[in-house]
């Protein structure tokens, strides 16, 4: 009577399935961690706009200041993207008949707006503010990245609360003139610690962390 | 020694280079662009049945939830009673040529400073930071118009005019206002861009930069007068 018997490298299956046992929930972890995380979900959407608009052009090469556009952005909470007109200020005589401003054309004419696609979108139970931000010296550049090398915009930070969080716990590294809001270029390296804390008693900065500054 | 059959470490070293391709792909998200949407998990109350600012709705047949004013409507507190103010021109229709009684108490300087900053906003992209006519949107479309082929895609520019130009230098401050307003011939009115308080301190603003281009030593005040370099 012949019996099974283990051979002898089943003797490593214990140690084996142990360490296994010990990797495979670490990396389910981080796996969770890393790869459901805003930073890898929502930074980076690049959506195709129905114009091939671009901010290296305009706000990059043509020196154009964000606020000719998304004029609303230091008066009110939301930065409005801009109405065909705005467009129409140049384009009624720079190149009026490109095949690229097809879109613009069709809404200038019919009067319906141009259909462009939000980029940035918080969930409808978070409610952001432009004008406390930027009259307080938080730039355009930290929260939305060099878009004046942005062919098409992208999402650059993860608009988690998280990220919102950190920065309303210690904005320090974040503030700088607010004449400088929209200065892409604006070395935050040349202020000192001093000038910060200045900026930030001059205008009283302490962000709010409560539940209702954000959510109602 | 111990041999462990051959299969067994196939399947083996499969399964963990299987695990090296989630780190790699999440790298690779990360570090690109992508046109796809971003993936929500949990949806919570995402969308809501409401509409923040600009967003689109299906109500309408153009697709704003933020309904156009109704034409030949005035919203409270909008109305336009006083000319000075709204169209920079005197109850007799001349051109105004001072501030209007809204900014008496004002401070001129920080007015000043303020039409600077819109000023460059706004206006420079044409006209150059000093008036000149010489912005970057001026340079590039004037570049067009020198095509070697013609002017691409129907291009026609109008150079934009220099603010020292002796046509325009002698304008009274409620005209440069209502030039900024509603345009004049081929430039488009700013009136919906620029709020009306802007709109003066640009207007000024415009006016201490044509003095600043030709002004002779007695408009400098006499204690100031020392310390001017000759060009």
Partial sequence: MSRFLFPRWSNLLLPTLLMVGAVVPLYAVLFVAYGFSPKTLEVGYQPNQPIPFSHELHAGQLGMDCRYCHNTVERSGFAAVPPTQTCMN???????????????????????????????????YAYFDHSAHVNRGVGCVTCHGRIDRMEVVYRYAPLSMGWCLDCHRDPINNLRPPSEMTNMTFDMQSLSREERESLKSQFLIKPSEDCSTCHR | MISIPRPLIYIGGVLASLLLIPPFAIGWIRETQSTGRPVHIFWDMDMQPKFKAQAP?????????????????????????????SEGVTANGDWAISLPAQFKDVDKNA?????????????????????YGDGMVNRRAQALMDNADGPPNDTSWVPAKSLHDPTVRPQPIGQIYYTVKHGVRTMAGYGSQVPVEDRWAIAAYVKALQLSQDASLQDVPPDRRAGLKKP
């Fill in chain 1, 90 to 124: 140049c384009h009624t005589g720079i190149r009026p008949s490109s095949p690229k401003l097809e879109a613009l054309r069709e809404s200038a004419t019919t009067g319906n707006p141009v259909t462009w696609i939000k980029v940035h979108k918080l969930g409808d």
């Fill in chain 2, 57 to 85: 709705s299906d109500l309408f047949a153009d697709t704003r939830a933020a309904r156009p004013i109704v034409p030949g409507t005035v919203a409270v507190g909008e109305a336009d009673l006083d000319p000075h103010w």
């Fill in chain 2, 111 to 131: 007015l000043l400073a303020r039409g600077q900053e819109r000023f460059n906003i706004y206006c420079a992209v044409c006209h150059g930071y000093a008036g």
